[in-house]
């Protein structure tokens, strides 16, 4: 099984829908992040989090909000969807300490029409 | 200008070839540098973490920093066709929570 398990993996909607990514891992760590990613842009952050308690904007955070339900699960929500949130999201994990490395999912590709 | 500059290729090499994949940056401050390596529908997975400038080698890949001039590369030797994928270097500073700051990313073919 996947250490870090993102649902769904393919998603489909309308414009103005609410929609809920869901993330879950099983490698105990305590640091998660959210991600989209478009061509040729890289990865970009959304929101992070540090534990259950702290919850952190990244880079471009208008527009979603995130939820940690417990240390293994971060969800991260659209509340309106609009065409230009249409990209792959991805959520990653770390361990404690400085500069440790994070560990992807497989991904979640959202078209919004 | 984009802090971490890569070029998206594609870069399409014969099987066996050498292949120079690169990275340039502008923040001084950076000072841990990793490689992903991204298969189609997959997530990025960690491929190479480095943290001081000079070569580390880990099987057939080889990371270079050169901090001096905000360069850092990878090479590939023996390149095969299960080395097809998107390169996405990454990095940041000391003591930054781990926020890393990524390259648009460099797509490989390697051509049997």
């Known amino acids: 099984d996947a250490d870090v398990t993102q649902t769904p993996r393919n998603r489909i909607t309308k414009t103005g829908k609410r929609i809920m990514l869901e993330c879950s891992q099983t490698?105990?760590?305590?640091?998660m992040y959210w991600y989209r990613q478009d061509p040729g842009l890289g990865l970009r952050l959304i929101y992070y989090?540090?534990?259950?308690?702290?919850?952190n904007k990244g880079e471009i955070s208008d527009g979603y909000s995130v939820s940690r339900q417990a240390q293994a699960k971060f969800s991260l929500s659209l509340e309106s969807a609009i065409p230009n949130q249409t990209a792959l999201y991805f959520c990653a994990t770390s361990d404690l300490g400085s500069n440790q490395p994070q560990h992807f999912g497989d991904g979640t590709r959202l078209s919004i029409l | 200008q984009k802090e971490v500059e890569q070029d998206p290729g594609p870069l399409s090499v014969p099987e066996g070839a050498i292949v120079s994949l690169n990275c340039t940056y502008s923040n001084s401050a950076f000072q841990y540098f990793m490689w992903y390596r991204q298969y189609s529908r997959k997530g990025p997975e960690l491929l190479m973490y480095?943290?001081?400038?000079g070569n580390k080698e880990d099987g057939r890949f080889t990371a270079q920093v050169d901090k001096s001039s905000k360069y850092i590369s990878l090479f590939i030797r023996d390149s095969q066709p299960s080395d097809s994928a998107t390169y996405l270097c990454?990095?940041?500073?000391?003591?930054?929570?781990?926020?890393?700051?990524f390259g648009g990313g460099t797509r490989l073919m390697v051509k049997p």
């Open positions: 490698k105990g760590h305590d640091r």
């Open positions: 990454a990095m940041n500073p000391r003591n930054a929570g781990n926020m890393l700051t």
């Open positions: 989090s540090f534990d259950v308690k702290d919850i």
């Open positions: 480095t943290y001081s400038s």
